[in-house]
């Protein structure tokens, strides 16, 4: 069993995927983007309802103790991201076997996009860059 899959035991599969949703997010995500990510994908608890803000900020906390997440502050704010860069690429794998990847891709281009950032020369316009050209990786949509 990989140090990955050790952290990983005994996240349930509704953590899990929220987890491999952060990692093709890639970048630092706030709270704010991260409440309104999941209400876009339609990602509900274990009981049936969608996440609230105060639930989110346990689901980090919880994984922030765990190593799982990283707190972090950028010039953009504060927020969060999956703790390692092998273990972001680890998750993404992972989702990418499931049937929903192609529908969480495409949300995240479509609402998390670089335009936004297009007037910015700074780390977030980069940041999403590199996030559009890994996706597309993925995606199989390079030459």
Known sequence: MSSFEQK???VSPN????LQVLSIFWEQITATEFYALLRLLDIKNSDGNLHTM???TIFR???V????LR???ELWGSGFEIAD???????TREAEQELWFSKVVEIIQINFNISTYSRW????YKLRLLRDYRLSVYMGETD
């Open 65 to 68: 103790d765990r190593g799982i």
């Open 71 to 73: 707190n972090v502050k």
């Open 15 to 18: 953590e899990r995927m929220i």
């Open 54 to 56: 105060p639930s989110l």
């Open 8 to 10: 990983l035991t005994k």
């Open 61 to 63: 906390n919880t994984y």
């Open 85 to 91: 860069e092998k273990l972001k690429e680890y998750l």
């Open 121 to 124: 020369s700074g780390e977030r």
